[in-house]
């Protein structure tokens, strides 16, 4: 009865809550930023703050449980029809195409080949729960894209991220300080996807703070934004998120330093090495801590968990190599009793450790880290080759646009926004957050961006030839 009660509320939201309060959002171009902000702030609550689940499987291991409603999706449909249909009425020439998100397509088809795998899959609902996620996140991709059509929506949209993180930076330090946490997750469900999500919004508010024409309240949010990001990264003990966060920092550096030295960058990095200074004493003992657990774990064995469990990955990638052994069937796949043969090489490992192995406690075995290795196993060579072809797209997205809007804020959001993008598709060789309800938002969010960005960069340079003077 629960279950019915929710999609009976998942309907209203999606087929009727969303197509309203699109059409109200016409046309009011200030309420479209207000919603748009409140998708990008959503990101940073609680899983059960803006989402519930119909017909929730809770003991399931995989990386989709049920059938996950957002509010993100809804607020992202009803930006989605109030744009399109502003858009329409700003252009009614018929047969016009006004309304085009680049890669739209192509992300689409990357969920249609993933979707394949459920054929013979052991569990085809479990993929067809992963689709329903995946495929609504293109909602967030088209309202993102969409919604950038000028400076002002991107200065919009980067407040959002800072005053998120800024926020979660003062959570973590409340949980740090006061409560005596170790290993810092904030309101994420672990630390790693909240590192992840902190440095993925953090580059484009570090961009804005960098950029000469950023001043007055907005300069010390988008301070308080990114300094809240550095000192949630440090206590996330999160290795990978630490060094993607320094990594990028010092590339918008570098991209800042070619627009110019002046003021504003000498300062700005004198105040950044105190401030990682003093957030590196802070945070300290806690990495070194979790330095010497590796350490320790490294020397006691040769191969650590994550490369016993790609090994499962690549063991399934040969038996089914062209669709998978299904999406999201990966917690089966490899656990018992179903997945007695890849359940062996888990096995295996742990009885030349010395553990005495009992069928029971196989039962749920953990997934792969690896993004990439979890897509080979479970969607196969024809879905894990769509989601390259995807990604290595929506990169070129935000570089395109970097250097048709060079010397420009947007220029430089843009830039940021490709380092992200590209920082975020390396550290998936070691961790699988992009499928995370959060963390899935918050890509499609920067990506819709980057597309945004390029159909924003090509109205600015039609403009600018219009504006040159013909030569005589």
């Not at 689940?53 to 990386?63: A, C, F, T």
């Not at 029971?360 to 792969?368: D, F, I, R, S, V």
């Not at 390396?426 to 159909?455: D, P, Y």
Request: glycine share 10%.
């Amino acid at each position: 009865m629960k279950d019915l009660l929710k999609i009976a509320v998942a309907l209203f939201l999606y087929s009727g809550l969303a197509p309203l309060l699109g059409i109200w959002l016409t046309g009011r171009r200030a309420w479209q930023r207000v919603i748009f902000v409140t998708m990008i702030v959503l990101t940073g609550l609680r899983p059960g703050n803006f989402t519930f689940m119909i017909n929730s499987v809770e003991r399931y291991r995989g990386h989709t449980k049920g059938f996950e409603i957002s509010l993100i999706e809804v607020l992202a449909l009803a930006l989605i029809v109030a744009i399109t249909r502003q858009l329409r009425s700003e252009h009614p020439a018929p047969g016009r195409r006004v309304v085009r998100v680049p890669g739209l397509f192509l992300y689409l088809l990357w969920c249609s080949m993933a979707l394949v795998s459920f054929v013979g899959s052991p569990e085809p609902g479990y993929a067809w729960m992963a689709a329903s996620r995946f495929f609504k996140g293109a909602l967030i991709f088209a309202a993102a894209a969409l919604y950038l059509r000028d400076e002002t929506d991107l200065r919009w949209a980067v407040g959002g991220f800072a005053a998120a993180i800024g926020h979660q930076g003062l959570l973590t330090l409340k949980m740090r300080v006061i409560d005596g946490m170790f290993q810092v997750k904030g309101w994420f469900e672990h630390q790693n996807p909240m590192a992840m999500w902190c440095y993925l919004g953090a580059l484009p508010v570090f961009a804005m703070v960098l950029h000469p024409k950023v001043k007055g309240k907005y300069l010390w949010l988008c301070l308080a934004g990114y300094g809240g990001a550095a000192l949630a990264i440090l206590v996330s003990v999160s290795r990978a998120s630490l060094a993607a966060f320094a990594v990028g920092s010092a590339c918008l550096l570098g991209l800042a330093l070619l627009r110019g030295f002046n003021r504003r960058l000498l300062g700005i990095s004198g105040m950044a090495m105190i401030a990682a200074v003093v957030v590196f004493f802070f945070g300290l003992d806690s990495f070194k801590a979790r330095l010497a657990e590796v350490e320790q774990s490294s020397q006691e064995v040769e191969l650590d968990l994550r490369d016993v469990l790609n090994l499962q990955s690549a063991a399934m990638l040969r038996d089914h190599p062209v669709f998978g052994v299904g999406w999201n069937n990966f917690g089966i796949v490899n656990s018992r009793p179903r997945g007695d043969r890849y359940s062996e090489i888990l096995e295996e490992w742990d009885r030349d450790r010395g553990f005495t192995i009992y069928d029971e406690n196989y039962q749920a075995n953990p997934l792969t880290e690896s993004l990439y290795w979890l897509w080979l196993a479970e969607t196969g060579w024809a879905g894990f080759l769509t989601f390259v072809l995807f990604i290595v797209i929506s990169l070129t997205w935000p570089l395109r646009a970097m250097f048709r809007l060079r010397g420009t804020l947007a220029g430089a959001i843009a830039g940021a926004i490709f380092i992200a993008l590209l920082l975020c598709y390396l550290h998936g060789t070691v961790e699988r957050i992009l499928t995370q309800t959060k963390n899935l938002s918050q890509w499609m969010i920067l990506v819709g961006l980057g597309a945004g960005l390029l159909r924003y960069s090509r109205l600015f340079a039609e403009n600018k030839s219009q504006r040159r003077p013909a030569a005589r």
